[in-house]
């Protein structure tokens, strides 16, 4: 066969494909189920290392157990004096990221608890353009195989979650090119 008919022949081929039904539907299978809200952010999981929590500060829910929550905006001053509140002042609260029944727990926008080994997912409800840079690994770090199996690391991995804006880094001198060294 000549290389165009070998064209037209592919051509047909994934046209065909693209419109048939597929080989499940043929066979006599019932179609898959529509996937829930939750199958569908389980579908959203990136393998990434444990979040960069300070030591000794997780599980929160091992000295918030007895302690009613406060959703009262507020200076900390009894715990967590060290943290500034610095994303989207005015705006924002503890309680708008972390539940307030179970402090073990993120909560996103529409009440749904996740670990915060998912906080990507409560980042990405207001940096969405990040959060799609990041999936696809043009923001943030990634690692692992190109083709393969890849590990992400967290937006908390670089930006403190409470104050996000990246820190300026002081630039170095750059590198001695080889030929100059005696």
């Known amino acids: 066969?000549?290389?165009?008919?070998?064209?037209?022949?592919?051509?047909l081929a994934r046209i065909a494909a693209f419109f048939l039904p597929d080989a499940a539907a043929l066979a006599g299978h019932q179609a898959e189920e529509p996937k829930t809200r939750k199958e569908e952010g389980a579908a959203l999981q990136f393998p990434v290392p444990p979040p960069p929590f300070t030591p000794g500060i997780f599980p929160c829910s091992e000295c918030h157990k007895e302690i009613k929550p406060n959703p009262k905006r507020r200076v900390?001053?009894?715990?967590?004096?060290?943290?500034?509140?610095?994303?989207?002042?005015?705006q924002r609260w503890c309680l708008d990221?972390?539940?307030a029944a179970n402090r073990d727990k993120l909560r996103l926008v529409s009440g749904e608890k996740i670990d915060f080994s998912e906080s990507y997912r409560l980042c990405g409800q207001c940096h969405g353009d990040k959060f799609r840079d990041w999936k696809v690994?043009?923001?943030?770090?990634r690692s692992g195989e190109w083709n393969g199996k890849k590990e992400y690391l967290?937006?908390?991995?670089?930006?403190?979650?409470?104050?996000?804006?990246?820190k300026p880094i002081q630039p170095l001198p750059p590198p001695v090119r080889p030929e100059t060294i005696r």
């Open 1 to 11: 066969m000549s290389n165009r008919r070998w064209s037209y022949f592919f051509l």
């Open 76 to 90: 900390l001053k009894d715990e967590h004096t060290n943290i500034v509140l610095n994303h989207a002042q005015g």
């Open 97 to 99: 990221c972390h539940d």
């Open 137 to 141: 690994g043009v923001h943030g770090k």
């Open 154 to 166: 967290l937006c908390a991995h670089c930006h403190n979650p409470h104050d996000p804006r990246y």
